[in-house]
């Protein structure tokens, strides 16, 4: 047991940061991306050394994406910041340009600016404590042509990996490690755009890679994708009520 914990101390390491990292994806907390970019430079070593190629080729991309994903999500929340901001400032000068024209009328227009600078304080509030624990507040949901984008982009790379690994390396599953990669390079890019549907991608390749890794012996591996698993499930529902009603628009 000492001898086979030894032997797989670095893969240990690397599923325990993984869980680590999708509770924060979960959470839309942009801690998230280090993590990430911690776990997939431990991952570009385990899956080498497993002869999974396409997977260590994905830590790589990982590793980059990560970089963007830190990157977009910081940008998008300092956008969010300053109009929320301009927002507040707007709402002051119109305020403070309300004049005379009875002392009932002003009073109805100072109670209603009251209300509403209330509101407006109420949801900056939330905002700052949401913004406190790191959290990028806004889900989307993919449009059509997008989502068939993705389909195509999915289905193109999985069928050349497949071939690149069957003829050029010793991979034991060429099929299945193109499938789970391509599968996962997309649902990352989706995840960069905070589409709530990156986890229905999630869901079908981490059940794929569970029967995979199980397969192969890599039981490590295996339980950090039985938890990611388990996670996309509650990611979705999470998800879900950040985004309400709202549908996606269909881009002509």
């Not at 009875?102 to 407006?120: C, N």
């Not at 690149?164 to 996962?184: A, E, F, K, Y």
Request: proline share 2%.
């Amino acid at each position: 047991m000492v001898t086979w914990f030894t032997g797989h101390i670095l893969e240990i390491f690397g599923a325990v940061t993984g869980i680590v990292y999708v509770i924060l994806e979960i959470r839309r907390n942009i801690l998230l991306w280090p993590l990430g970019i911690v776990t997939s430079a431990v991952y570009i070593v385990v899956f080498g050394d497993n002869g999974f190629y396409a997977g260590m080729v994905l830590q790589g991309y990982y590793v980059i994406i990560s970089v963007y994903g830190w990157y977009a999500w910081h940008r998008a929340g300092g956008k969010e910041q300053g109009a929320r901001s301009r927002e507040q400032a707007e709402g002051t000068d119109r305020r403070r340009s309300v004049s005379g024209a009875g002392f009932a009328r002003r009073s109805r227009s100072l109670s209603q600016s009251k209300g509403g600078e209330g509101g407006e304080q109420g949801a900056w509030s939330e905002e700052q404590g949401a913004r406190s624990r790191g959290q990028v507040s806004t889900v989307s949901r993919i449009d059509t042509g997008t989502a068939v984008l993705c389909l195509i982009s999915s289905v193109i790379l999985w069928a050349l990996l497949w071939y690149s690994l069957d003829r050029w390396t010793d991979s034991p599953v060429p099929l299945w490690d193109g499938l789970i990669t391509s599968l996962s390079v997309v649902a990352t890019w989706m995840l960069t755009r905070k589409y709530l549907e990156q986890w229905y991608v999630w869901i079908v390749a981490n059940s794929i890679a569970v029967i995979v890794y199980l397969a192969i012996g890599m039981y490590p591996t295996a339980v950090l994708f039985v938890v990611y698993f388990v996670m996309a499930i509650i990611g979705v529902r999470a998800w879900r009520r950040e985004t309400g009603d709202r549908r996606p628009k269909t881009e002509n």
